[in-house]
């Protein structure tokens, strides 16, 4: 496929507050997702990408134009920035309208174009209510209707399913994908790993304002099951369960909590430490009530990169 987002060594900070430094992408058709745990210039990324934002140093190209103070391409790209602007005391129908006409429709289509972006997230039975009734969750599905208003051929989404109830988070992940099955360009981001996993493979890896990986989710799945794991499990026994698990080859330590109800197996195979753990949970004796993983998050892949 074609570039369609292209940033050429852009940089920006905020006085002594960097942003984001030297990143150089290219972005095409489909779904990208743009992956970083809070304050890895995510969104400072996403506001340079929808104008809103001038780059320091270095450009950025949207279909082949310059985006900063290029009003015209804003009719090609829809933005859902992080945090709403809504006016508060307007009803949420009322508020699409009045972008719907800001955005050059008029008279029945300015309504049919309003009436369909808020079906398209649940919000038309609740077109009349002011926004400031609104949930959290149902001001955030308002953003995504105000960016696929105009039907965009990019769309920019900061975080869109944060707040969000799980049905929805559900139909919003569906209708990202239908996006990127029509040949639009969607740049997504999220500190999620998972939440990216549902809707692409196509990722790139952002963390304290630079990007240091891009490409197919399933090599970085691949680092995140390879690095060293830490597995915490609730038990009553503890120390029992200890030396049975400390027998495989596969423990490289092992730590009690310090209130004596669990412990920390640390593992760099962790497939074959959850095979030899599931027959141990099911003797008596070892009645393990839960068992987390820290490791598992998309920070201690960072934490796994950086290190190397």
């Known amino acids: ?47 340079i990408a929808a104008g809103q934002l001038k780059p320091k140093i270095g450009r950025l190209t949207v279909f082949g134009e ?54 398209a997230v649940g919000l038309l039975e ?15 599905r308002l953003r995504l209707a105000s960016a696929i208003l105009h039907e965009p051929e990019m769309l920019l989404l ?6 969000v109830d799980p049905l929805w988070r559900i139909r919003i992940m569906q209708l990202i994908k239908d996006y990127g099955r029509q040949g639009r360009t969607v740049i997504v981001s999220s500190h999620i790993l998972s ?20 490409g197919d989710i399933h090599s970085i799945r691949g680092l995140i099951d390879s690095h ?18 400390v027998a495989g080859e596969f423990v490289s330590g092992i730590e009690f909590a310090a209130d004596g109800g669990g412990l920390t197996v640390r593992t760099d195979q962790r497939d074959r430490f959850f095979s030899a753990l599931m027959p141990l949970a099911a003797q008596a004796g070892n009645e393990i009530t839960e068992i987390t993983s820290p490791d598992d998050n998309l920070q201690a892949v ?6 190397k």
């Open 158 to 163: 900061d975080e869109p399913l944060r707040g």
């Open 1 to 47: 496929m074609s570039t369609v987002l292209r940033a050429e060594k852009l940089s920006k900070w905020y006085g002594n507050i960097l942003g984001i430094s030297d990143i150089n992408l290219e972005v095409a058709g489909g779904i990208t997702g743009l992956l970083g745990p809070n304050g890895a210039g995510k969104s400072t990324f996403l506001k």
């Open 126 to 140: 609740s077109r009349g209510r002011a926004i400031k009734a609104y949930s959290f969750g149902m001001r955030q």
């Open 66 to 119: 310059p985006v900063w103070g290029n009003p015209g391409l804003f009719r090609r790209v829809g933005f859902c920035p992080e945090h709403d602007s809504a006016y508060n005391e307007m009803s949420g129908g009322a508020f699409i309208l009045l972008l719907a006409r800001l955005h050059g429709f008029a008279g029945a289509e300015a309504t049919e174009r309003t009436d369909k972006a808020l079906a």
């Open 195 to 214: 939440e990216i996993e549902a809707m692409t493979s196509e990722i790139v890896l952002i963390h304290q304002g630079k990007i240091f990986a891009k």
């Open 302 to 307: 960072f934490d796994y990169l950086i290190g």
């Open 228 to 245: 060293p794991h830490q597995v915490s499990i609730r038990c009553p026994q503890p120390r029992r369960l200890a030396g049975q698990l």
